[in-house]
């Protein structure tokens, strides 16, 4: 699809998995015909930017000479760490391909709108229940299923319980319903009354509480994580260590340089998981302590909280000829020079341009490049009014004014955003006007 900066391909397999070779011949590919940068999305679909139209067919040639079976079709999700997490009731991929089957079989008469997702989610550490999707299936012991529609496991509708047999017999009905509304439909779109015709209602009220979290650094599945530093449990090979990327995305010769890594460890399996990152499985705690120290060598990220992870940006200059400045160095700098605006409040956007491809809705705050320097947008977007212009030489001041009078104006409780919205943009550009502008 076209972007601001060239075209963009994105794609995910069935299973969220790739092999170490497969990984690395999509970084190969990002470099050779795109900008060099992969990003994993916050669903765990890869993305390369930066493409051509003569550069698309040669991509595609590569991905699937590695062997990447892009997944087609209605998009059906399921846990990053199914069939290995031993904290799920099920293994959900078995009933994920029944739903693709099934549509793909039906697909002449179940015209459905391009965006439409399905969960299937045994449960366990990398469940999806917080994730929306137009209908759901979740497991709630060994043989059942809650099916439900629009939402999360906290606000979808509840249709019914169902034998996990039937599931997927069970989802054709409703996305057969869905389609009969119209070819844009949506899950959130169908009546009650509708469901409740195909549906015993009664069987409706579980309630699936939305637990999800990212996995990030070590865990040991099977587990409790309090346990993880268990001596006894350290031979064991069911250790996974969760990444994120930089800034959502990673350089091709970063990515590279983690598999080569963690190849000279034995390791073989990586996991695409939602919340831009990928997990390594099948560890054992050696190997665990080495590709962590590995991961953090080449950029990539382990930490829950790590502040960067409240800055989006774009390819900037390293990968876009519509920039204006390195995002990357502004975004180290911001985090460097003005920590204390980076509490989870907020997001920092760092836009190379006024184009915003990074994050095309509004922040509290926006640097967006200019001929001479930055546009700083206050709750808007890239391509909104810059309240103030900051020169090129000037941004690391502007920094440290920025996280001093956050620092200086919080009051106890609050957060970065209360603390901004409070002082409103004219307190902000009064305090990062500098001298003699
Ligand atoms: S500089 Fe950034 S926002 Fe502008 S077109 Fe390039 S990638 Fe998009």
């Known amino acids: 699809m076209p972007t601001g900066d060239g075209l963009l391909a994105r794609f995910r397999t069935d299973d969220c998995r790739l092999t170490l070779a497969q990984m690395r011949a999509v970084a190969q590919a990002a470099s050779a015909f795109g900008n060099g940068i992969i990003e994993i999305t916050a669903r765990g679909s890869l993305q390369i930017r930066g493409l051509r139209p003569a550069t698309v067919e040669p991509l595609e040639q590569a991905i699937l000479d590695a062997g990447i079976v892009p997944a087609s079709g209605v998009m ?12 799920a009731w099920i293994d959900p991929r078995p009933i994920a391909d029944d739903i693709r089957r099934l549509v793909a079989d039906s697909m002449a008469g179940l015209a459905l709108a391009p965006k439409l997702a399905v969960i299937v989610d045994g449960g366990g550490r990398a469940n999806l229940g917080a994730v929306t999707a137009d209908v759901r299936l979740t497991a709630i012991d060994r043989e059942r299923m809650m099916l439900a529609v629009g939402g999360t496991n906290r606000s979808a509708r509840g249709v019914a ?9 069970a989802v054709l009905r409703v996305l057969r319903a869905i389609a009969a509304i119209g070819p844009a439909a949506r899950g959130r779109d169908i009546e009650p009354e509708t469901l409740d015709g195909l549906f015993d209602p009664t069987a409706a009220g579980v309630r699936i509480p939305a637990t999800a979290r990212p996995i990030l650094g070590f865990e040991q599945l099977g587990v409790p994580p309090s346990s993880a530093a268990d001596p006894s449990n ?4 069911n250790w996974v260590l969760g990444l994120a990327l930089p800034y959502r995305q990673a350089r091709a010769a970063d990515m590279i340089n ?7 460890l034995g390791i073989s399996d990586i996991r695409l998981c939602r919340g831009h990152g990928l997990i390594l499985t099948g560890l054992h705690y050696g190997q665990l302590l080495r590709a962590e120290a590995a991961a953090r060598k080449f950029g990539f990220w382990t930490s829950e909280t790590e502040p960067r992870a409240n800055i989006a940006l774009c390819a900037g200059t390293m990968g876009c000829a519509s920039a204006h400045f390195d995002t990357r160095a502004a975004a180290d700098l911001a985090a460097g020079k003005a920590p204390a605006i980076l509490d989870g409040s907020i997001t920092l956007h760092l836009s190379g341009c006024p184009k915003g491809c990074a994050h095309p809705a509004a922040t509290a705050l926006t640097l967006a490049g200019a001929p001479s320097g930055y ?8 391509s909104g009014q810059p309240a103030l212009y900051i020169a090129t030489n000037d941004l690391e001041i502007a920094l440290v004014r920025l996280a001093s009078l956050v620092a200086g104006a919080k009051e106890a409780g609050e957060t970065v955003s209360d603390c901004l919205g409070r002082l409103g943009p004219a307190r902000l550009v009064a305090a990062l ?5």
């Open 161 to 169: 319980l169902v034998d996990w047999e039937k599931a997927a017999e």
């Open 375 to 382: 546009g700083l947008v206050v709750n808007g977007a890239a």
């Open 234 to 237: 350290l031979g064991h090979d």
């Open 258 to 264: 983690l598999l080569d890594a963690v190849e000279m």
């Open 433 to 437: 006007t500098l001298d003699g502008q």
């Open 76 to 87: 059906v999700e399921v846990p990053a760490l199914a069939g290995i997490d031993p904290d």
